[in-house]
């Protein structure tokens, strides 16, 4: 955490920024987050995050990420997740979250693959390096 010292990093928010940070110049007001370093990495130092565990947004409304528990498909009603995903969202069996469906990769956001994980024939976008393993 921020101010306890040390090396690392931590999630930086507009809302809670850390002293003297320009976040609120630098992020936009749709992406008001990003991840910070506790000090700047090592020249030549490669750094690498990996999303191991789902994270889901505290608004209370249903997105991408959030557990099966919630109805999916109260989020495929907004704008963003239409515009965004196609295949509209549903319950992706093995993480058991709200994930977008898809006929293709080229559907997916950035690194992720659209894959059948369970064979089921259903098939979503998802983190190759994590839930295919």
Excluded: H, K
Aim: glycine share 12%.
């Amino acid at each position: 955490m921020l101010g306890e010292g040390g090396d690392g990093w931590f999630y930086e928010s507009v809302d809670e920024p850390a002293p003297g940070s320009d976040i609120a110049m630098r992020c936009p007001p749709e992406r008001p987050q990003r991840i910070a370093f506790t000090s700047p990495p090592a020249t030549g130092t490669t750094v690498r995050l990996e999303c191991l565990q789902t994270v889901t947004a505290s608004d209370g409304m249903v997105n991408v990420g959030s557990p099966c528990s919630s109805d999916c498909s109260l989020a495929n009603g907004r704008r963003e997740i239409m515009e965004r995903w196609p295949g509209l969202l549903a319950c992706e069996p093995v993480s058991q979250t709200c994930q977008p469906q898809c006929a293709g990769t080229e559907q997916c956001a950035g690194g992720y693959v659209c894959a059948d994980l369970d064979g089921d024939g259903s098939q979503f976008c998802v983190n190759p390096t994590c839930a295919m393993n």
